[in-house]
């Protein structure tokens, strides 16, 4: 379901690709996004425009009255997203999207767990459906974070797991992002099958210290030899 992804563009591409017109951010790139680390999300500012902001992944409810014990979840189902205490204001007033290269997806097999990696076909990137919260103490501190929503996967991928990311297309931006009138949930549902390609990394993408462009290679699979 998706706890962890690339992170690798610059922001001049991604404000390109999602037509955002705010200050660019500085982004350090990451082949390896983990939960509680800052990532690039594009929402709309107070004057309706997208922006391209940095906020931490797991979300933190605006009513969260102990910041350390905050759950910080990174995902929202679909399926409850819009009536969940934690998350149905969010999704009914901040809604964003994270831009995501390539994402990983972890297949449980007999000797452990197979990561594979996640990209769209045409090249562009992953735009996953998000929910944001600003939580602020009452000291005048604040955090900004978001979560990613799930939905059932798809054919291509349920053979890996069950779930998969919400993955928003261009033409469903507006109405996602609230910047043309309609309901943000007719558009869960899973990805079409033409729309990705799947391929086996290596292990050392399950440790959030190891890092770059490496982790994203292909694993060359042996086929077995006939007797």
Not at 45 to 57: A, E, I, N, S
Request: hydrophobic share 40%.
């Amino acid at each position: 379901m998706c706890g962890r992804y690339a992170s690798f563009l610059p922001a001049e591409a991604i404000a390109k690709v999602f037509g955002t017109v705010n200050p660019l951010p500085n982004l350090a790139p990451t082949w390896n996004m983990a939960p509680t680390m800052d990532a690039p999300i594009v929402r709309l500012g107070r004057d309706g425009q997208r922006c391209l902001d940095v906020l931490k992944w797991g979300l933190v409810p605006y009513f969260t009255k102990n910041l350390r014990k905050a759950r910080r979840p990174i995902n929202a189902r679909s399926e409850n997203v819009a009536k969940s205490g934690m998350f149905k204001d969010a999704f009914s007033r901040r809604r964003c999207l994270v831009p995501a290269p390539v994402y990983y997806e972890w297949r449980d097999d007999p000797d452990g767990k197979t990561p594979f990696a996640v990209a769209r076909i045409d090249g562009d990137p992953v735009a996953f459906g998000g929910v944001w919260e600003r939580w602020k103490s009452p000291e005048g501190e604040e955090v900004q974070t978001f979560a990613t929503i799930t939905t059932d996967a798809n054919q291509q991928l349920a053979g890996i797991q069950d779930r998969m990311p919400v993955i928003m297309e261009p033409q469903d931006w507006p109405l996602w992002l609230g910047e043309v009138e309609g309901d943000p949930a007719s558009l869960f549902h899973a990805a079409p099958e033409n729309v990705l390609r799947v391929w086996r990394v290596g292990k050392a993408v399950g440790n959030v210290k190891n890092d770059g462009a490496d982790l994203i290679e292909p694993i060359e699979v042996a086929e077995p030899t006939l007797l």
